[in-house]
């Protein structure tokens, strides 16, 4: 199975507050606004990427090729509320016959006796996210970003490319919302 993913942000909020972040890696006044948002839209970056996230809400597609019939398949991208249903199309047709659980690793359970006609190509579009503004982000995620951020502020110029790693906090954090066991 080969699987494309694709993000759609919603235009216009940041994933954190930009005062906070200033805060946090100690940057005085207005004149740096620019190179503190890039740094903080990078940790979110990092951050949605490694944990397999979405931080605000997006719209998530996924292209499938050539599914081998199972039960179901794991969606990449989480959170997803339980009330939401993803849109499933199976060669161009609209397919209905599959039952959902959101959360933060969401999955589509097929019913397999519908699942019968040719699967080269589907297409699973759904929102993941925790919210339209930054408040709607959970604090131990909004303290990873703005971790993940302080080292890239204060490792601007590293000397060699090992310098700069993921924040101890970020991994721990992020490898909780992706399942892994940290």
């Known amino acids: 199975m080969k699987m494309l993913v694709q993000r759609f942000p919603s235009e216009g ?11 946090h890696i100690r940057v005085d006044g207005d004149s740096e606004d620019d190179a503190v948002t890039n740094i903080g839209l990078t940790a979110a970056a990092e951050l949605e990427q490694f944990a397999q996230i979405a931080l605000l809400t997006q719209t998530i597609r996924v292209t499938i090729f050539d599914l081998e019939i199972g039960c179901g398949i794991d969606l990449p991208i989480g959170p997803v509320a339980d009330t939401d249903t993803p849109i499933v199309i199976i060669n161009g047709s609209v397919f209905t016959a599959f039952d959902f659980v ?81």
Do not use: C
């Not at 909020?13 to 200033?22: G, I, V």
């Open 13 to 23: 909020e940041l994933p954190f507050d930009l005062e906070d972040l200033k805060l």
């Open 102 to 182: 959101g959360g933060n690793r969401p999955h589509i359970r097929w019913r397999s006796a519908n699942l019968t006609r040719d699967t080269s190509r589907i297409v699973i579009e759904y929102q993941a996210g925790f919210g339209a503004a930054a408040a709607d982000i959970p604090s131990d995620l909004s303290q990873a970003l703005m971790d993940q951020a302080a080292l890239h502020y204060d490792g601007r110029s590293p000397m060699d490319a090992k310098s700069l790693t993921t924040s101890p906090h970020m991994a721990r954090v992020g490898a909780r919302y992706r399942g892994v066991m940290a």
